[in-house]
T-cell receptor, first 116, second 115 residues
Framework: AQSVAQPEDQVNVAEGNPLTVKCTYSVSGNPYLFWYVQYPNRGLQFLLKYITGDNLVKGSYGFEAEFNKSQTSFHLKKPSALVSDSALYFCAVRDDSGAGSYQLTFGKGTKLSVIP | SAVISQKPSRDICQRGTSLTIQCQVDSQVTMMFWYRQQPGQSLTLIAT?????????ESGFVIDKFPISRPNLTFSTLTVSNMSPEDSSIYLC????????????FGPGTRLTVL
């Protein structure tokens, strides 16, 4: 079975400071990892993904994430936070164990608040 | 990418009634999915909508409660049957295109409140 943990319900950061939203995962095969953002009353928007290759993945709106296999983590980062980054962030994983399952398992979400 | 629309965007329904949610995509897609996001919770996959055959339901979800149709490669419906207040959630459609390589695109969601 696959699972995702986002240990922080909420992260507060001052505008202009770097931000990190944490995510750890558990899969039996190789992980496909994703970050999505949800703004109020909106659907989910894709930010970035890790499938294979470089451990540092760059995505939309200046976000990046680092895949760490030994720590089974995929933390989301941004060097300088904007107030407009305030939203709900979801980490998700899919297990490429060859079973053909397309199921994405989502973390519970982390609410990011960027303080002006 | 894909542009996805859902109808209705929100609804308030009475206990015991049913609501059908529509999902329309602007291009043909290989995979379509239905998720539920309960208040303050994460997303849970309800089922994979298969074109031309019965949907594949995840554990805890059954066809009698959540019948799904997918008549073609751009359209799907999810019905929430015999609703109770516990069904109050946001229901999201998502798709995966042939070229997206594991990336799912989500619709804006349907916010359902059951009284």
């Amino acid at each position: 079975a696959q699972s995702v943990a986002q240990p922080e319900d909420q992260v507060n950061v001052a505008e202009g400071n770097p931000l990190t939203v944490k995510c750890t995962y558990s899969v039996s095969g190789n992980p496909y990892l994703f970050w999505y953002v949800q703004y109020p009353n909106r659907g989910l928007q894709f930010l970035l993904k890790y499938i294979t290759g470089d451990n540092l993945v760059k995505g939309s709106y200046g976000f990046e994430a680092e895949f760490n296999k030994s720590q089974t983590s995929f933390h989301l980062k941004k060097p300088s936070a904007l107030v407009s980054d305030s939203a709900l962030y979801f980490c998700a994983v899919r297990d490429d164990s060859g079973a053909g399952s397309y199921q994405l398992t989502f973390g519970k979400g982390t609410k990011l608040s960027v303080i002006p | 990418s894909a542009v996805i629309s859902q109808k209705p965007s929100r609804d308030i329904c009475q206990r015991g009634t049913s609501l059908t949610i529509q999902c329309q995509v602007d291009s043909q897609v290989t995979m379509m999915f239905w998720y539920r996001q309960q208040p303050g919770q994460s997303l849970t996959l309800i089922a994979t909508a298969n074109q031309g055959s019965e949907a594949t339901y995840e554990s805890g979800f059954v066809i009698d409660k959540f019948p799904i149709s997918r008549p073609n490669l751009t359209f799907s419906t999810l019905t929430v049957s015999n609703m109770s207040p516990e069904d109050s959630s946001i229901y999201l459609c998502s798709v995966e295109t042939a070229g997206s390589y594991n990336e799912q695109f989500f619709g804006p969601g349907t916010r359902l409140t059951v009284l």
